[in-house]
């Protein structure tokens, strides 16, 4: 009888445990849906050409805004740009937040909670600054969402069909060229490695050669693209799950 109570208890347990962990994935896919309606409502302001749009503004330090961005940037001024790798779904405002450098890592484009955030670039870059190192972060959502697909450059395939990557500013159209697709983890202080990490921003020329003979070196394959000292820089990382607090990057350069 004792044997019978125990074996129902546990079998009442995991089906709580199962009915738990549905419900969990149930409002993670519902949150999913949600942030990709909020996305795509950000895509179509972009592309409305109105009244609005075609009234000039200029950013705080008086640089005339891109028609496109110019109502995104009247609802959040803490958008710096957009990323797009054309066919696929990496197309999203990058957000900057100065003094809380992790500010968007879990809110949306209108300041509220979301567990997806919205891709971010590092308070230590400029993107305005032509010898800088532009370092994006965006999270790898099971859903697909932010830089999920970020991991699809791990094949050569892929980047051949993918070699450019769009990076506009709030002012200026740009294009960058795949250098370098690796991957690498978050290290523990006193390990003697290579971390991508510690290089975002302005780079003095001896930073810049080696964070370009590393990340070409870490490559999962030869873009043949080697950038100069000089060249702008645009670093994306996410996470990855090949070991511990994994990363995957890819690095580009601008294109001359």
């Known amino acids: 009888m004792k044997k019978k109570w125990v074996m129902n208890a546990a079998l009442i347990v995991c089906a709580l445990v199962f009915l738990g962990s549905g419900l969990y994935l149930l409002r993670y896919y519902m949150n999913a849906r949600q942030t990709e309606g909020e996305l795509q409502d950000l895509v179509d302001l972009k592309s409305e050409d109105d009244a609005e749009a075609n009234t000039e503004i200029k950013t705080e330090k008086g640089q005339v805004i891109l028609k496109k961005y110019r109502k995104l940037y009247k609802k959040n001024p803490d958008i710096i740009g957009w990323v797009e790798v054309k066919d696929s779904q990496i197309n999203y405002p990058v957000m900057q937040m100065p003094d809380e450098n992790e500010y968007y890592?879990?809110?949306?484009?209108?300041?509220?909670?979301?567990?997806?955030?919205?891709?971010?670039?590092?308070?230590?870059?400029?993107?305005?600054?032509?010898?800088?190192?532009?370092?994006?972060?965006?999270?790898?959502?099971?859903?697909?969402?932010?830089?999920?697909?970020?991991?699809?450059?791990?094949?050569?395939?892929?980047?051949?069909?993918?070699?450019?990557?769009?990076?506009?500013?709030?002012?200026?159209?740009?294009?960058?060229?795949?250098?370098?697709?690796?991957?690498?983890?978050?290290?523990?202080?006193?390990?003697?490695?290579?971390?991508?990490?510690?290089?975002?921003?302005?780079?003095?020329?001896?930073?810049?050669?080696?964070?370009?003979?590393?990340?070409?070196?870490?490559?999962?394959?030869?873009?043949?693209?080697?950038?100069?000292?000089?060249?702008?820089?645009?670093?994306?990382?996410?996470?990855?799950?090949q070991t511990e607090e994994g990363r995957f990057v890819v690095v580009a350069r601008r294109k001359k």
């Open 105 to 241: 890592l879990h809110r949306n484009y209108q300041k509220e909670y979301d567990v997806n955030g919205l891709p971010f670039l590092d308070a230590h870059c400029d993107e305005n600054d032509p010898n800088q190192n532009l370092m994006v972060y965006g999270h790898h959502m099971k859903s697909g969402l932010m830089f999920a697909h970020l991991m699809d450059f791990q094949t050569e395939d892929f980047y051949k069909k993918h070699k450019i990557i769009y990076f506009d500013t709030l002012t200026e159209e740009r294009e960058y060229e795949v250098v370098a697709a690796f991957y690498s983890q978050i290290f523990k202080e006193d390990q003697d490695v290579f971390k991508y990490y510690n290089y975002p921003g302005p780079l003095s020329e001896k930073q810049f050669k080696t964070y370009v003979k590393n990340v070409k070196k870490l490559s999962q394959y030869d873009t043949g693209i080697t950038p100069e000292y000089g060249d702008q820089l645009l670093t994306l990382v996410t996470c990855a799950y």
